[in-house]
């Protein structure tokens, strides 16, 4: 090909731009909660985020990275020429890319997938054709964005429900609280490590059966129930301090347990969300590699290696920034609420990273706060706020897609010199 | 880049200042208290100046009031109706405006209470206090409430705190009935307009209690949905 090395340059470039962007921006919202609740200073935050995001793209990244370089658009449309998905796919890219950095700019509650996925169907369908988007599977996709929140949002209220029954609405909370909270701790363990493990770890190496991971979540479970044991037991209790408010050592133990469920959201965040930078990336790579379009072959692990390190990228040079803003102004959430939206919001967002389904964790946690609120458990949510998040996608989709076919046809103006379409 | 619009989804919770303005009515009624015993050993300079004390407090109370309707808005999605809250923070607000009805009206008409009655008038000017009090502790528990979700043990304690107020409200009562009788007998002795007027101040220093109870029962409300 041509100009294999552009592509292979602009590519890597636009993704590390997308992952930065992802950095910088979507991770506050997912570690926001951790910091306004005070579960994490926002060193801590950061920390975290950065391991754990790290972690979940590249040991959890994989399902949804090739449910966007090759779920969405079928193949064979472009077959004769794979120069044509690569257009788009550059596109969709710096599409979404501007997209955010327009809305994030304006302060509009944008969701990166919408974003990219309303990119790569709109450069499809007007550059390709019709018929060169797999609908049943965008359908697929669309209907999660719909069923993710609604299912984090039970989540968390079967969650929440059972915090109250086990520990806050009993005679003695804080002894139930040092009782259940490691409980819930390996549950944090337990479901990361299994989605993570159930979809492979082929690409690094690691190829279990299904009952060698499901003893391995389990071991994994229990360690981080241990370490969890562990921080609690440290913990002082003030009896004074119950004077006010007679639940405020209880909190400091749900603070333990928010810790983890935040490596947790920073985890599933990154398994989900880096697809949506890297994705393009690994379709672009394949084509340009082997000069068709590729279906079978594998995902290259430094194509993950280089979402992950640029989500960490975003979170260090602008996105502390963010959490530390987006933090403060959650006040009102203790972190026994806190946790129960995060485990929620978390459990779905992985078990639909390990699906390959490409959903908006942002969407997610909202489903998930919305949750614990119906189950009487948050002083006051706006819900004006909440619809206009929840309708966002109705103008990123056509947004993104309107932007993606106008650098299309600029970037096949460029480049493209194979035969007339 | 703000990236901030997500912390928007939470609002204000109304149980914190809801809590500060019952603070404010509490110490607004309490200085009734050193306002009779003032009145009681015919202290008038000391009467007039706890009496602008319960008016400037009386005053902030309402700013408070003022301030938390303001920030209510119908699309606030909380664990309490925003019916309730707004009917609770009259409420007590208008607990705060009888105890300055009753000081406004001694002063106004410079009263004084005869003494075979002042022993239980200030009885009852101290259990209405306590009722007072005692609708203070049970709007401290909202927090408590949220926090365990309106759980079950939960409100058993908050519903044991409106059953002991329900009792110092009865109290109150009670003392209103003596010191009506007490009136009755000294009616032929006093000048008709002052004894229209006491039987007034018994009324009056009696809504303190029986409002406050009703802060009690707009709770109560709460806890049932």
């Known amino acids: 090909m041509e100009f294999s090395l552009w592509y292979l340059g602009l590519a890597a470039a636009f993704g590390l731009f997308m992952a930065w962007g992802i950095g910088a921006n979507d991770v506050a919202n997912a570690m926001a909660t951790s910091v306004g609740s005070k579960a994490l200073t926002i060193k801590q935050a950061i920390l975290v985020a950065a391991i754990f995001e790290f972690a979940g793209a590249f040991l959890a990244g994989g399902q949804v990275t090739s449910t966007i370089r090759k779920g969405i658009i079928d193949a064979a449309s472009v077959e004769s020429n794979p120069e044509l998905l690569i257009f788009g796919m550059l596109a969709a890219l710096l599409a979404a890319a501007v997209w955010l950095l327009v809305a994030s700019r304006k302060g509009w509650p944008v969701s990166t997938t919408h974003s990219i996925v309303g990119a790569i169907v709109g450069f499809a369908v007007v550059g390709i054709g019709v018929d060169a988007v797999h609908w049943s599977k965008v359908a697929t996709i669309a209907a999660s964005w719909v069923v993710s929140p609604l299912l984090s949002g039970f989540l968390a209220f079967a969650i929440f429900m059972s915090v109250q029954k086990l520990i806050l609405d009993t005679k003695d909370p804080l002894s139930n609280a040092r009782k259940y909270v490691p409980l819930y701790i390996f549950a944090v363990g337990f479901i990361l490590a299994l989605v993570t493990l159930l979809k492979g770890l082929k690409h690094i190496g690691l190829d279990l059966s299904y009952m060698q991971s499901v003893v391995v979540a389990i071991v994994s479970g229990i360690i981080t129930m241990l370490i969890g044991i562990f921080a609690i037991k440290r913990i002082k209790i003030d009896p004074d301090q119950d004077a006010d408010f007679r639940f405020t050592n209880v909190e400091k133990i749900f603070g333990v347990l928010m810790i983890f469920t935040a490596c947790g959201m920073a985890f599933a965040h990154g398994s989900n969300d880096v697809a949506n930078a890297v994705g393009p990336v690994a379709a672009i790579v394949s084509i340009v590699k082997t000069g068709a379009v590729a279906q079978k072959s594998a995902l290259a692990t430094w194509i993950l290696l280089l979402g992950a390190v640029g989500i960490v990228l975003g979170l260090a040079t602008y996105g502390w920034r963010v959490i530390r803003t987006v933090g403060k102004n959650i006040t009102e959430l203790t972190p026994s609420r806190g946790f129960a939206a995060e485990l929620a919001a978390a459990s779905t967002v992985v078990i639909a990273s390990g699906t390959g389904i490409p959903i908006s964790t942002t969407h997610t946690l909202v489903g998930a706060v919305l949750g614990v609120g119906i189950a009487r458990g948050i002083g006051a949510l706006n819900l004006r706020v909440v619809r206009n998040i929840m309708l966002s996608w109705i103008i990123t989709l056509p947004a993104g897609g309107i932007l993606a076919v106008i650098f299309f046809f600029l970037l096949k103006g460029v480049f493209y010199n194979g035969p007339a379409i | ?225």
């Open chain 2, 1 to 225: 880049m703000s990236g901030s619009y997500f912390s928007a989804i939470f609002g204000k919770s109304p149980v914190r200042p809801l809590q500060e303005h019952m603070e404010k009515v509490l110490s607004c009624v309490s200085e009734l208290s050193p306002f009779t015993k003032a009145l009681l050993g015919a202290k008038p300079e000391e009467m007039t100046a706890h009496y602008e004390k319960i008016v400037m407090m009386e005053n902030e109370a309402d700013a408070l009031k003022k301030e938390l309707r303001m920030r209510l808005p119908s699309t606030l999605f909380m664990p309490i109706d925003r019916r309730d809250v707004l009917e609770v923070l009259t409420m007590q607000d208008m607990v705060a405006g009888s105890a300055r009805d009753v000081a406004g009206l001694i002063i106004g008409r410079d009263m004084k209470i005869p003494r075979s009655m002042a022993k239980t008038y200030k009885k009852l000017v101290k259990r209405c206090i306590d009722a007072a009090g005692q609708a203070y502790i049970a709007i401290c528990e909202l927090d408590e409430l949220i926090e365990t979700g309106f759980g079950k043990v939960e409100r058993k304690r908050v519903g044991r705190l409106l059953v002991k107020l329900d009792n110092i409200e009865q109290d109150t009562d009670e003392l209103q009935v003596l010191l009506r009788s007490q009136l009755f007998e000294l009616e032929s002795e006093l000048p008709p307009v002052d004894v229209m007027f006491l039987y007034k101040i018994i009324e009056n220093t009696g809504t303190i209690g029986d409002r406050a109870q009703r802060v009690g029962s707009r709770l109560q409300l709460m806890l049932a949905r």
